[in-house]
């Protein structure tokens, strides 16, 4: 016996309800199933949107149009000028001073905008263009490696200041999160907030590249292919300290090869930046473009602090947008060199500086921005200047991870493509492994030295693997 019948009869006996009571509530019901099968039916026959009802969306294909994301001279300087000023009486710790002083007066002087002024002169303009800012990490609010420093203290109350939220009076909110050790489900918060606020830039940063491990599952159930199954958008951002500096498995890899192995569709934005200034165009594009797409970057560790990471105040004002390559920018090398080195990431200031020490005039380095979608065109370009040269991909991860897998197929086809006299790209990096990173500090540096190596030595031909 069905249960409604059943439990009607036990209403009817207890006499909370008549009989007629319960008849009447069956029939309504019933119409109720009846109206909705009918309005169902009928809404089959008839053409419909398939997103209407329903929290999916619709948007403009993915495209490689440039953005004009450059800021006025003005607005940058009186955001820098911010992180110097702060409220009458409040007392900040005079290294943290120091350091927001000097970055002062590097802008002042143009010698040179670093990494976390980079970033935070995206937040501030995004700020003042109406774009609100939302980041949160283990230690987002000083940042991992102290170069950020979005709040303040006062040393001897403990009042917080931010003087991103304090830059104009129309600004926008920012807003900046420490959160638990907890990643999936922060992240999942924070991908749930970049779908529900999509003109919000929504950024979630791993404290060490690898921790996103604890994550994966959001990447691979919502962030990668959300808006294939369901027709969601995110515009989330995720910024993942990536780069091998002699710490470990731990601490060197945030596993860029799980990423661009769920590439597809042009579904997820991959960067690896070598530039203060391509952070600051790549945020501001994320927020400039008129479709949403999420926005993996692996950033610096030991690049933050580097003398030579660091952009001009020309790079913000005259690029117009975000570079997906950038080629040899050294004018005493060859116009046709003997090699050109393709690499993304940290990697490149090793080579460079490499070069630079042995006096090496015929190898070129050509820096791999955003590495999916990946740049056919602009990176075609450059190789067909140069038909005749070797093409050589060095990076510092295992042979089996990084982005070599990824790469060397398309760089293949578009050699075969360009008729260049070499068919397919070398390999300079370290042999296939189970781990991440060895965690002796020597091995480390062995490693380094060899795979620098094979990428610049004409004398190594074919290499296929380094390091073993």
Not at 67 to 88: A, G, N, Q, S, Y
Not at 105 to 118: L, N
Not at 259 to 272: H, M, Y
Not at 394 to 399: A, D, I, N, S, T
Request: hydrophobic share 40%.
């Amino acid at each position: 016996q069905p249960v409604g019948r059943s439990l009607s009869k036990r209403l009817v006996a207890s006499g909370e309800f008549s009989q007629a009571e319960v008849d009447e509530l069956e029939t309504s019901y019933l119409k109720q199933l009846d109206a909705a099968y009918d309005a169902a039916k009928a809404s089959e026959e008839a053409a419909k949107n398939p997103f209407e009802g329903s929290s999916a969306n619709q948007q403009p294909p993915y495209n490689f149009k440039g953005l004009e994301t450059r800021v006025p001279k003005e607005t940058l300087h009186h955001i820098v000028k911010k992180h110097t000023e702060f409220p009458e009486g409040f007392k900040v710790n005079r290294k943290i001073l120091r350091q927001m002083t000097a970055k002062l007066k590097a802008f002042e002087a143009d010698s040179g905008i670093d990494w976390g002024m980079g970033e935070a002169l995206a937040f501030g303009s995004l700020l003042m263009d109406g774009t609100p800012v939302r980041i949160s990490g283990q230690d987002s609010k000083r940042g991992t490696f102290s170069h950020r420093h979005a709040v303040v203290y006062d040393t001897d109350t403990r009042e917080r200041y931010s003087n991103l939220l304090d830059l104009s009076e129309d600004q926008a909110q920012f807003c900046v999160h420490n959160s638990l050790l907890s990643e999936a489900a922060v992240l999942g918060f924070d991908y749930g907030y970049s779908l529900d606020y999509p003109q919000m830039l929504c950024i979630w940063e791993a404290q060490f590249g690898d921790f996103v491990n604890g994550a994966q599952v959001i990447i691979d159930q919502f962030i990668t292919s959300s808006e294939s199954k369901w027709g969601r958008l995110s515009g989330l951002v995720m910024l993942l300290p990536h780069g091998y500096e002699g710490q470990g498995p731990e601490h060197s890899s945030a596993r860029l090869e799980r990423f661009l192995q769920s590439c597809a569709e042009n579904n997820i934005q991959i960067c690896n930046l070598t530039t203060p200034a391509q952070l600051f165009h790549v945020l501001r594009r994320q927020m400039k473009r008129d479709f949403r797409k999420p926005l993996i970057v692996m950033t610096p560790k030991s690049l933050l602090r580097h003398k030579a990471c660091v952009s001009a105040i020309d790079d913000f004002l005259e690029d117009s947008s975000f570079h997906r390559v950038i080629g040899e920018t050294d004018q005493k090398i060859a116009k046709k060199p003997k090699r050109i080195v393709l690499c993304s990431g940290k990697v490149y200031y090793d080579l460079i500086e490499e070069r630079e020490k042995r006096g090496i005039k015929d190898v070129a380095v050509v820096r791999l921005e955003q590495l999916y979608p990946f740049p056919h065109s602009p990176l075609a370009k450059i190789i067909e200047a140069s038909p005749n040269a070797e093409v050589v991909w060095c990076q510092e991860e295992p042979m089996n991870m990084g982005a070599w897998d990824f790469v060397d197929p398309r760089i293949e086809k578009m050699l075969i493509a360009i008729g260049a006299k070499h068919k397919r790209p070398n390999y300079a990096g370290r042999a296939a492994a189970a781990s991440p990173a060895t965690g002796r500090m020597s091995r480390h540096l062995a490693e380094q030295e060899t795979l620098i190596n094979a990428a610049l030595d004409l004398k190594v031909e074919g290499v296929r693997f380094v390091a073993e």
